[in-house]
T-cell receptor, first 113, second 113 residues
Framework: AQSVTQPDIHITVSEGASLELRCNYS??????LFWYVQSPGQGLQLLLKYFSGDTLVQGIKGFEAEFKRSQSSFNLRKPSVHWSDAAEYFC???????????FGKGTRLHILP | DVKVTQSSRYLVKRTGEKVFLECVQDMDHENMFWYRQDPGLGLRLIYFSYDVKMKEKGDIPEGYSVSREKKERFSLILESASTNQTSMYLC????????????FGSGTRLTVV
């Protein structure tokens, strides 16, 4: 069965520092991978997705993620965080493009001024 | 931009009431989904629908039903609300074939007292 693990429930970084949020997935074949962000009181917004091709994908708001098949990981990165990046981030996986998406439990990002 | 609109942001209902949560999308998407979101548990899939009049159970369908009479509207029904159904409910839609992930509504925070 597909599953997604986000090992960090909370992460705190200083504004301007770099960020990496970890995501590990469990799936037999090449999965379809997503990162979503949820600002307080809002729904989820798609940051980026990986379906195939280049393993480094660029997303909105300056985020990127790298698919590493050997490590079953899809970590999210940003070189310099802004206070507005404080939110909850969800990694997600699907077995194919049209399959329903399985979400991780989320990582809440806190930004120190 | 695709819009997914959930009719209520906040809702307070009494135990035993029948509750309707409405979700409307304006981009002719085939697929629609209902999730509930609880702290520490992430998003859990309640029901989904791949087309009009179609519905399939997700991971936690007990105590819920759905209705999809028109393509743009997907309703979640709590037949007899209970306090353990107090949660944030998120609706999402997706086109088919899916070139993108889900588009989410802003959520309905339901409190059952």
């Amino acid at each position: 069965a597909q599953s997604v693990t986000q090992p960090d429930i909370h992460i705190t970084v200083s504004e301007g520092a770099s960020l990496e949020l970890r995501c590990n997935y469990s799936y037999g074949a090449t999965p379809y991978l997503f990162w979503y962000v949820q600002s307080p009181g809002q729904g989820l917004q798609l940051l980026l997705k990986y379906f195939s091709g280049d393993t480094l994908v660029q997303g909105i708001k300056g985020f990127e993620a790298e698919f590493k098949r050997s490590q079953s990981s899809f970590n999210l990165r940003k070189p310099s965080v802004h206070w507005s990046d404080a939110a909850e981030y969800f990694c997600a996986v699907a077995g194919n493009r049209d399959d329903k998406i399985i979400f991780g439990k989320g990582t809440r990002l806190h930004i120190l001024p | 931009d695709v819009k997914v609109t959930q009719s209520s942001r906040y809702l307070v209902k009494r135990t035993g009431e029948k509750v309707f949560l409405e979700c409307v999308q304006d981009m002719d998407h085939e697929n629609m989904f209902w999730y509930r979101q609880d702290p520490g548990l992430g998003l859990r899939l309640i029901y989904f629908s791949y087309d009009v009049k179609m519905k399939e159970k997700g991971d936690i369908p007990e105590g819920y039903s759905v209705s999809r009479e028109k393509k743009e509207r997907f309703s979640l029904i709590l037949e007899s609300a209970s306090t353990n159904q107090t949660s944030m409910y998120l609706c999402a839609s997706r086109t088919y074939p899916a070139n993108y992930g889900y588009t989410f509504g802003s959520g309905t925070r339901l409190t059952v007292v």
